[in-house]
């Protein structure tokens, strides 16, 4: 819903439209009614919740949380799936701190933010876990694992 927010309101800057607080206060309303619908009550007031969200000054912040969580999953399943190599490049990655860009050093894990190969591998690894929780489901088991 974040996320929808601020590309409906990005897109509204880019085509020069007026942004007022009527405008992002209606957008962000009318966002709330679309999500939760009848699960939860939407009164009035929730309207003016997107202005203590601090996310919504950094431009596109909250697509980091999600780029982030794809990233860390890539990572993770090479480090379980014993990659040849990868806790080396893992560490080396831990010491490059900010020395470089975001998506290089990213790169140094195999992690290229500009293809689809790393949301593919996430969402793949996703899939899987899903498939396990279901088989656990299925069979009366406990969460063990």
């Known amino acids: 819903m ?12 880019q085509n020069k439209e007026s942004l007022t607080e009527e405008q992002f ?3 962000y309303y009318k966002l709330n009614q679309k999500y939760f ?7 009035p007031e929730i309207r003016y919740e997107w202005m203590r969200i ?8 909250v697509y980091k949380y999600a780029t982030g969580l794809i990233s860390a999953i890539c990572i ?8 040849d190599g990868f806790v080396e490049k893992y560490i080396e990655f831990l010491k490059s701190g900010c020395n ?13 933010l500009t293809t689809n190969v790393p949301f593919e591998k996430a ?16 069979e009366g088991g406990e969460l063990n694992e």
Request: aromatic letters at 12%; hydrophobic letters at 40%; one cysteine or more.
């Open 37 to 43: 619908k009848d699960s939860v009550i939407v009164d």
């Open 123 to 138: 969402f793949e690894f996703i899939r899987e876990c899903l498939n396990k929780l279901k088989e656990i489901v299925n």
């Open 2 to 13: 974040f996320a929808e927010f601020e590309s409906i309101m990005s897109k509204k800057c």
């Open 76 to 83: 993770v399943k090479d480090i379980l799936d014993e990659k």
């Open 25 to 27: 206060s209606d957008t």
């Open 54 to 61: 601090s996310h919504f000054y950094s431009p596109f912040y």
């Open 100 to 112: 470089k860009d975001v998506l290089d050093i990213l790169k140094l894990v195999d992690v290229d």
